[in-house]
């Protein structure tokens, strides 16, 4: 395995910060064990953490039983811990599919280990999974696995230098590096929220029917040829495999007529694009044409979404050395 940096320990009160994340290839597949790719993309979500006389979350002292992420961290990294209070600023719109709950579980549970005495980057990809998993209850450690380690990771495929492997009950899954092409990307909300838990178990219905498990190998199969076809940089079969796994996530009934709206509008401007997250609403992600992605962002705008023209972020969940440096808020809380 590849030696990432540690989380290091660090006194109360202190700030850690996660980029969020967009799936290129294979989301829903992996949860059922299938190859996936993900980016983590530099919209990050920061928490600052301190002691405090009740816990709370942005002045809420309520959240600590209704955040279900919250909750879930408090109960599973802090027992028998002081009230900490938290303060969240966000660029990742929520429930848009675009990794604010990994982000938000990934910074806290950094934030916390840190706190107790620092923890290894395995520990926290183990300990984000535990947090968001414990509070969806479903789904699979690709989101959480993207943002503790940053850049580009595949999830049960091909790739570089192995990251870590992770497990819940029968599920097992790898994580390995892939190669950075240098693109940018444009991922943008539809401003239709939606709620992971519920496509996951929609879509694992879908999957229990007669063909689903032929569906799942041809998410396979795209998602291994779409990891190989980002190390070679050819943009071109990147874009061809993200439209064809765009049809598959159709055929299991997590598309929305909005997202096709924004797929639509993107096009003259694009080589590829699809769903990207759970779907059912969320948001989509293209591959711009060279030079074309401001372009694409406007036609995605003109049709109503909300484009971001997004880079890998190299730096996974970290704790943040200059506090004072906020980010700018999109959302006030994960
Ligand atoms: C959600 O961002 C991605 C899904 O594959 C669920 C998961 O992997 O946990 C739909």
Redesign the pocket.
Known sequence: MTDLDAIPATALPLAARSPG?C?LF??????HGRA?LLLAIDLPVQIGISSSKRSSLNGDTAAPETHAYFHSALERLWAGGDPVDLHVTSRVPRAA?L?SS?AFSAALAAGLSAARGGVSRVGLAERAFAV?RGA?G??????TAAVVAGGYVSVNGPGDAELFRLSEGTGKWTVRRVRDPSWSWVVAYSGIPRS?AS??RA?GLRLAESDGVELLDQFHRVAEAGIRAVQAEDRAEVGRLLDENQTLLVRVG?SHPRLEALLAASRPAVVGGKL????AGGSVVVLPMPGRELEAARRIARAGGLPFVVRPEPLGASIVTNPDAEVEPETSAS
């Open positions: 994340k799936i294979g989301e829903h597949a992996v949860v996936e599919g990794g990994a968001e969806q479903v789904g699979s450690p690709g989101d992971t496509a996951v879509v997590v990207t997250g759970a779907g």
